[in-house]
């Protein structure tokens, strides 16, 4: 009698789903946005054009999907570093503004990939959305992490602000030349700035 053999299995949807993400930032990486199309990414992913389609509403929907992951796995990231750094207030502040200058954060893939997004924020409404979307979520998880710190409630907001723009900075400097100072260095200034908006928040 003969044995019956087993169905091809196929890969889940979502894992298929994810794998055209993977494969967008890779190319937005290596090519940037005006060198990445669908052939590229289902070349890189090894699926068809059409299997893009089935998930995605072209392109540009799927470049969007891949912006709002990156910038997940990036809030997922900072988030995880507060959390780990115990109950102490000060020290899920300080570990959430200093991740951002270790990987996975400062990665140079992923600032290329994040030079191809902000290179949309103008002429992509999808992705200027997002783009404010994710600037709005991380500055309120900072917000959340700044309470209690002794902040007038009317001074929040403008330190949260402050200090993203200084972390970005920081970031961005890093990203592009990891020479020119150190995780410990970039750590150490954002901190300084930290007591220095905790003690002047008005800088009056």
Not at 30 to 49: D, F, H, K, W
Not at 72 to 90: C, H, K, N, W
Request: with cysteine.
């Amino acid at each position: 009698m003969a044995t019956k053999r087993p169905a091809a299995t196929r890969e889940a949807p979502d894992v298929r789903r994810q794998a055209l993400i993977d494969a967008t930032a890779a190319c937005l990486a290596e090519r940037g946005a005006a060198g990445t199309s669908v052939r590229t990414i289902c070349q890189r992913a090894g699926v068809s054009p059409g299997l893009l389609r089935h998930y995605f509403d072209g392109i540009d929907a799927l470049i969007a999907e891949t912006y709002r992951a990156t910038a997940a796995r990036v809030s997922a990231t900072l988030g995880a570093a507060a959390a780990d750094a115990g109950a102490d207030p000060r020290a899920r502040l300080i570990a959430f503004i200093t991740a951002s200058f270790r990987p996975p954060v400062s990665d140079a893939s992923l600032l290329a990939t994040w030079l191809a997004f902000w290179s949309l924020v103008k002429t992509d409404p999808a992705i200027a959305a997002i783009h404010a979307e994710t600037y709005r979520d991380n500055r309120a998880a900072l917000e959340s992490l700044l309470a209690g710190h002794g902040l007038p409630a009317a001074r929040v907001r403008p330190v949260a602000i402050a200090l993203t723009a200084l972390v970005d900075g920081l970031w961005l400097e890093r990203s592009l030349d990891p020479a020119s100072f150190t995780p410990e260095e970039a750590g150490a200034m954002a901190v300084r700035w930290l007591d220095t908006l905790l003690e002047r928040p008005g800088f009056d």
